[in-house]
């Protein structure tokens, strides 16, 4: 049903660590509204164990962290952004301790070591560093007089000044977006002059994840139906270490993770027999760029046929784990595993997407009215493999800069007037009453990309999977049409529509780089390249030519 109106200069849509800082910096510049799927702290940075890399120690140098990052990029990074990105990092973390995040060791910190780092550059706050980031900006925005968080909330699409098909996005702009009240079923037309995607990534596409159930590529698919170009879809990082307690999750698919800061401090990698087999793989061994390790532990459990390796912390004593990493201690002994006397079973899960909403260096996108924050982005930070650690060091970078960009446009002269509010449409809609499709649909969705577009892939594996997920694709659009919205239905589109676009960027990469290892192409190319798509390339989506939005 059409609900009401919801007014502010700035539309936030997301609520970690990009959304949240992004928010209190604009909020000393006009109104801002946060849009949140959940409670406002589900959010993937507080899941988030093993901290944020910055160059806080005299021996290490700015020079060394963006060589480290460039090495696990495999040639894909952006240079100039790898290196704004490393140079403004301590700046950032300054601004953090100033919200109220506290970083073990205080003024002096105590940081850890992570895979593909030559440092220890990495700020923590024991094993729970995300929930005390989010906790700090989280408290800060609820008490700031200019922001409204608005929680159990989903964004259904972005309000256009013309349709997509009519003109390309650098000649439209973004008025904001239409967002559904979960409780009541209504949905608001939210108006803004500026919208800020920071919505996350995409890890529930995949049947495994270390993501919470909330990460559905909100953003990167509404971005798309809106004209905007997303980049790099392929290169999906695969954390190596998430612990295997089949169905012990209390999300379904959802591992947990277990930190790299683990193999940092010591932990080794071993096989059910106790053999390590990191040492034959890459000269950094346990601690390898975390594409190497989630490849090399894959072909060990098909090579084995077990179902697990195994990480052996068995080097470092009781006490140092249980002050080091508290809560992965204690959620490890509540299944029965004293990680002090025992090794941890552990099994690769989907993790984080280095590709999505191309952006400039302050987070605009080519719709004006747009930016985008933290990994709903392709930045050219990450390029093919994610730098442990960095993702939360480019949110908080990127938040700043598109806050600064936005207030330096702000002071240039008088504000655009809000833009006209056109309510929702529900159209011919009626209540839902086939809701195991959509049950099944995400079931079949999630076993397919496992299965198919997994850390292994080959050609025919992944025209298979297009083939389904098309097939799936058409079934969602004629439900999405029929039917009233209900969160589950909106992420359902969404993720149909980001599982083909993910396909269809492995397909046109013919080279093995980063985190896409194809059994058919497995050298590189001579020049890399990024892989592109959008809504005006020719072969469209099935999900991609629809209308934005009902009205």
Known sequence: MSGGQIDSDFLVLGSGIAGFSAALELAETGTVVIVTKKDAVRSATNFAQGGIAAVMDPLDSFDSHIRDTLTAGAGLCDPEVVRLVVEEGPARIRALVQAGVRFTGGGIPDLGLEGGHSHRRILHAKDLTGQEIEAAL????????????LEDHIAVDLRLRSHPSQVRPEQNRCLGAYVLESDSGSVH??????????????????????????????????????????????????????LYNPGGSAEAGRRFLLSEALRGEGGILRLKDGTRFMEAVHPLKDLAPRDIVARAIDAEMKR??????????????????????????????????????????????????????????????????????????????????RLASNSLLEATVFAHRAAERLRRESASGPPEPLPEAVPWDIGKAVPPTEAVVVRNDWDELRHVMWNYVGIVRNDWRLRSALNRIRMIGQEVSEYYWRFLLTRDLIELRNIALISELVVRCALSRKESRG?????????????????????????????????????
Do not use: W
Request: aromatic residues 8%; negative net charge.
């Open 515 to 551: 985190l896409h290892f194809s059994q058919d192409y497995p050298g590189l190319l001579p020049e890399a390249a990024d892989s592109r798509v959008s809504r005006y390339e020719a072969g469209q989506t099935s999900l991609g030519n629809q209308e934005a939005a009902r009205p």
């Open 304 to 385: 084995t046929g077990d179902d697990c390796v195994f990480l052996d912390l068995a080097s470092r004593p009781k006490e140092f784990l249980r002050k080091r990493f508290p809560n992965i201690y204690e959620h490890c002994l509540g299944i029965g595993i004293d990680m002090a006397r025992e090794p941890i079973p552990v099994v690769p899960a989907a993790h984080f997407f280095c590709g999505g909403v191309r952006t400039d260096h302050d987070g605009a996108t080519t719709l004006p009215g747009l930016f985008a924050l933290g990994e709903v982005t392709c930045t050219g930070l990450h390029g093919a493999n």
């Open 138 to 149: 989280s408290e800060s925005c609820r008490r700031h007089p200019n922001i409204r968080i």
């Open 189 to 242: 037309t939210a108006r803004a002059r500026t919208t800020l995607l920071a919505t996350g990534g995409a890890g529930k596409v995949y049947l495994y994840t270390s993501n919470p159930d909330i990460a559905t590529g909100d953003g990167m698919a509404m971005a798309y139906r809106a004209g905007v170009e997303l980049r790099n879809l392929e290169f999906v990082q695969f954390h190596p270490t998430c």
